[in-house]
């Protein structure tokens, strides 16, 4: 009976990261047409983050000081502000396909020429389908004619370095093995000891001009659910289900996001975005199953 309900919290718990992580892209993208700047955005990430952050801090062992500024760097100020500019100028779909989809080929690819890691030939089979759902998102961003091709190009380049960043930042994670929270407090801490003065003292911001329900939507999503909610309940769905069923069920993300964009922020799917989703989608649970124990990160 202990063990049932053990499983049942673990199912919950991975059925509201699924979400958590689905709205992530809806809510990145709905601020990237918001007033605010991509820089805010990433201000109230970091900012109410580090909040939380410090009521976390004495409960916590903490990386060495190198080996935090080099997750802060990677799992922190280089994924965000790439992704948050990449939501200013290409669709949900796009993102969809570029950082959750296009993750495990980042991050195989970097392992492969940092640590000489060569994937199996399962792996090579699924790191192939998510190439060519790659492939297929960036045909789809030629067919819009010249003037939308340039801004989305930039906006995929953007989701590709910010899926790289964090490809780099789990790989980092596995040589500098540390507890979920423990690294998330690491990351947020030295990310707004860096970024914070820098966006205050230099970078372009609205925040003044924003309506107070948009920053609140942002501050609380990007600070709180996304940073601490989703990391702990992934973490507790890992421990009660295994990291191979909750990597399966993760690959699914990046089809619900898009789909979701439909309705929610009036973004319709081309053929090519779906079909670039589909193989993303394959290649992603085909990874998951020829990886055993390997989880994706957020």
Do not use: N
């Amino acid at each position: 009976m202990p063990q049932q309900r053990a499983s049942r919290a673990g199912w919950l718990g991975v059925l509201v990261t699924i979400c958590i992580w689905t709205g992530f892209i809806l809510v990145s993208r709905h601020g990237g047409k918001s007033a605010l700047t991509g820089w805010d955005i990433t201000g109230l990430r970091f900012g109410v983050g580090a909040l939380i952050s410090l009521f976390f801090l004495p409960r916590v062992s903490l990386p060495p000081l190198r080996v935090s500024a080099l997750f802060a760097v990677f799992g922190g100020i280089g994924y965000a502000v790439a992704v948050y500019a990449g939501f200013r100028l290409a669709p949900a779909a796009h993102a969809s396909v570029l950082l959750p989809g296009s993750l495990p080929f980042a991050t195989a690819v970097i392992a492969w020429l940092w640590l000489g890691q060569k994937p199996s030939r399962p792996q090579r089979i699924a790191l192939a389908l998510v190439f060519a759902g790659i492939l297929l998102t960036a045909a789809d961003t030629f067919s819009h004619g010249p003037r939308l091709t340039g801004r989305q190009l930039l906006g995929d380049a953007l989701f590709l370095c910010g899926s790289s960043s964090w490809a780099t930042f789990t790989l980092l994670l596995r040589r500098h093995p540390a507890p979920p929270l423990a690294a998330t407090v690491a990351i947020t801490l030295g990310s707004a000891a860096a970024y914070l003065p820098l966006w205050l003292l230099f970078l372009p911001s609205t925040l003044a001009q924003a309506p107070v329900a948009e920053i609140a939507l942002q501050a609380a999503y990007q600070g709180v659910l996304v940073v601490f909610v989703a990391m702990i309940l992934y973490a507790f769905a890992v421990r009660q289900l295994g990291p191979q069923t909750v990597a399966l069920l993760m690959a699914f993300v990046p089809g619900l996001s898009a789909l979701a964009a439909v309705p929610i922020l009036g973004e319709p799917l081309s053929l090519l975005s779906l079909a670039g989703l589909a193989a993303v989608t394959f290649g992603a649970v085909l990874g998951a199953r020829a990886t055993p124990g390997a989880g994706p990160a957020r």
